[in-house]
């Protein structure tokens, strides 16, 4: 939703009021945060659920399952869209979109957002896809202060990085908003966060606050991006420094809501429907926001009442198209390219509640019988 309202505010010249502009761009101004909310997220997500048995191969076969088919999809829409409107096709960019290559063009910046322009991140995330396997094992192993560490000061980084990548832009000839919002080797910093996160709860030595003041704290940084950026005149402020705090503290208090069961909005059928199709979403709204775009022959600048009802017209086509790629796409691709799980043998502890649990976190501790055992066993 974050993603979606930023580029409604960046894009789609919906708005043609400068008042509704103005409380656009504050509202919104720190949008770019839900890639690194993403990023975190991912992080710990796949840590917490890592299998303790698996193999390297498997692990990248799932993932590929779980994100290609639906890429792919969303890339021939993307033809489909350009060729609508009579816009030049790339063969390269092309291959570099389909490859999910397109983060590594540093000096070449028509290949960031070519085609459909959202997959450029989906780059990023298969770069972390790749390095889980060799990451997870030494960092399960480092221990608690490693994982604290890698948490307090990461972040610290995280809001460093505008002010250094603009010097290493000067020295490299780079553009610094590629090297701080879409260099893969400097995203991979939020994704270790999600690392750590994830082995501090489920060993459960998180100490941190609900979910209420992590959110409080998300918001209240999303919403002082303008006014940040404005103050430090460092536009790359909004990449994700803004929002890197509130990422850090809301996503182990959800996850510990959940683990014990605590009444939470997130825990609601819809939302978790929601969470589900997220993906899908993301892949598919900024095509709809350009389809809207070429009907009105270019930016339509509508009064406010209007604007807003078209905004809630793309979101509601991009929901209804997401839950088609998730149902119709995502999932029996997943089940069709994912190996096929063997027979587990008969457990002696029958009478064990969570026996066959991965999840070692507050309610199953017990089967956390080596807390730094390397999660993926193939990689170590």
Known sequence: MMIFCFHVMIESGFFGQE????????????????VSFFYVLSGFVLTWSARPKDRVVSF?????????????????????????????????????????????FAFAPRYWYGYNGVSWSLSVEFFFYFMFPFLVPPITRMGARAWWAIVAVGPGLVIAMPFLMDWVGEKTGIQPLFLVYQFPPVRLLEFLIGIALALLVRNG???????????????????????????????????????IIGCVLLIPAAARADVEGTASIWRNPR????????????????????????????????????????????????????????DMVEKPFVKLLSPKPKPKPKSKRQ?????????????NRERSDDATAPILAGSS
């Open 60 to 104: 990248w076969r799932r993932r590929f399952a779980r994100i290609y088919p639906s890429h792919f999809l969303t890339f021939l829409g993307a033809v489909a869209l350009f060729s609508w409107e009579g816009l030049h096709l790339s063969g390269r960019v092309a291959a570099a979109n389909l490859t999910l290559t397109q983060s590594w």
């Open 205 to 243: 030595r998180w100490r941190g606050p609900n979910m209420t003041v992590s959110a409080v704290v998300l918001v209240t940084g999303l919403l002082l991006t303008q006014k940040l950026v404005l103050w430090a005149e460092k536009p790359l402020i909004s990449a994700s420094a803004t929002g």
């Open 271 to 326: 939302m978790v429907r929601l969470g589900e199709i997220s993906f899908a979403f993301y892949l598919v709204h900024e095509l709809v926001i350009f389809t809207a775009m070429k009907l009105f022959n270019g930016p339509p600048r509508l009064p406010t009442v209007q604007a807003l009802a078209l905004t809630i017209a793309c979101f509601s086509v991009a929901l209804v198209l997401a839950t088609m790629l998730h």
């Open 351 to 363: 009478g064990s509640k969570n026996a066959g649990t991965d999840l070692p976190g507050p309610r």
């Open 19 to 34: 008042r509704a502009q103005s409380t656009m761009w504050w509202l919104f101004c720190g949008g770019r945060s839900g």
